[in-house]
């Protein structure tokens, strides 16, 4: 894996107002990265394994096996032993309401699939602008404009911007893509079948419903928004080259324009994160960012002090290129995929609610709600 990874050009294009029009995401980046990152798609993968390489093979990741082998510095940061003495942690004793983030994965996954630019996707808009706005969130569509990878059409799609105390200029952006994939490509039996996406689609974004309801509240000099991307992966096969990330890739660009009147601190993307048997190793792709390791460290550091021993200590075996690609060399912000990439279900139409788990929602959410607590009062 390079230490440097590549620069993307800067586009010049007016700012999203209310009265610009929206733009086709495509345009984010030049003809020759996008050939080049495209060139790394893994066809028996897809949507996330995205490798850095123009070649056949993805990179090794020189990382080791675990945080404490990443350095010195790191080794004192995650040697030192819990504040608190691990403790079993159930539905009953975890202060974050797992079960209700359950209901809203339930709830979102009743609409059915959720495709960029469908009906589905338009219905579960409705239900999320009005979930949040209820709570007191400032809620925008954050349109733009994409080609549908199989008849062209030009599509007006939508990222979901929810802002908590707008006032506040330094901020922190919680995200997920709140799209499916259009079919489960990936499954054995049926791969043009009915894909559902409860945790690769809905997991991350029945957490923050949960989260959402704290956010009025919270403490501190430091805002919090939550964007919900749309497209991340609207891929119909292997010749769709425009289906990824074209959602936080439109955002990113967006923000780096530089005319925004906020600036991020830090990027947490939330990517099925509802496993059963949950398993959240650091993900490499992010920890080899050097801006964005203080943050892994807080955030992994507040699960070993609660006793959330899923949050592991120890750097994933392949590198996850996922939304926080274009977060963090588009947009510039530091930022970390937290993601369960072991997840069986990936891709297939056993990607339900019956395999997901409202501990594990539990859990995370706990993890989320404790570090923003320290993390906006800094």
């Given amino acids: 894996m390079s230490a440097s990874p590549p620069a993307f050009p800067s586009v010049n294009s007016p700012p999203t107002g ?26 028996a993968g897809g949507g996330l394994l995205w490798y850095l390489s123009s070649g056949a093979n993805p990179p090794s990741v020189p990382l080791g096996d675990s945080l404490q082998d990443a350095g010195p510095a790191e080794q004192v940061a995650f040697a030192q032993p819990a504040k608190n003495p691990a403790k079993p942690l159930t539905l009953a004793t975890i202060p974050f309401d797992g079960q209700k983030a359950y ?21 579960q808009q409705k ?4 979930h949040f706005e209820k709570l007191g969130a400032k ?14 059409e030009q599509l007006t799609l939508a990222n979901l911007v929810i802002k908590w105390h707008p006032d506040r200029q330094e901020r922190i952006l919680l995200c997920a893509h709140y799209d499916t994939r259009p079919y489960p490509d990936r ?27 704290q956010m009025p509240a919270l403490k501190g000099a430091v805002g919090v928004d939550f964007v919900l991307f749309d497209a991340e992966e609207l891929i119909y096969g292997a010749d769709t080259s425009e289906g990824y990330f074209l959602g936080s890739g439109f955002f990113a660009k967006e923000y780096a324009t530089g005319k925004w009147d906020c600036k991020y601190r830090w990027g947490v993307l939330l990517d099925m994160i509802a496993d059963k048997n949950l398993e959240l190793p650091v993900e490499p792709t992010s920890w080899s960012w050097a801006e964005s390791q203080p943050l892994i460290k807080e955030i992994w550091l507040t699960a070993r002090d609660l006793g959330v021993s899923e949050f592991q200590n120890k750097i994933f075996d392949r590198e996850i290129q996922d939304d926080h690609l274009m977060l963090y060399h ?3 912000i530091p930022s970390v995929d937290i993601i369960d990439m072991n997840y069986k279900y990936w891709h297939t139409t056993q990607d339900t609610p019956a395999n997901c788990s409202a501990l594990s929602l539990a859990k995370v959410g706990y993890v989320l709600q404790e570090w923003l607590k320290k993390a906006t009062e800094k």
Wanted: aromatic share 6%.
């Fill in 330 to 332: 588009v947009g510039k």
């Fill in 187 to 213: 499954d054995p039996r049926n791969p043009q079948g009915v894909f559902i996406g409860a945790n690769d689609g809905a997991s991350g974004v029945a957490l923050l419903m949960e989260l959402g309801k």
């Fill in 18 to 43: 209310k009265a610009a029009q929206p733009r086709f995401a495509s345009q984010l980046l030049n003809a020759h990265w996008q050939n080049v990152l495209l060139a790394g798609v893994i066809l």
């Fill in 139 to 152: 809620v925008s569509k954050q349109e733009f404009l994409a080609r549908h990878p199989l008849t062209g």
């Fill in 127 to 130: 239900l999320l602008i009005e």
């Fill in 103 to 123: 209901e809203y994965l339930k709830q979102i996954c009743a609409i059915g699939p959720r495709v960029s630019g469908t009906p589905g996707m338009e219905k």
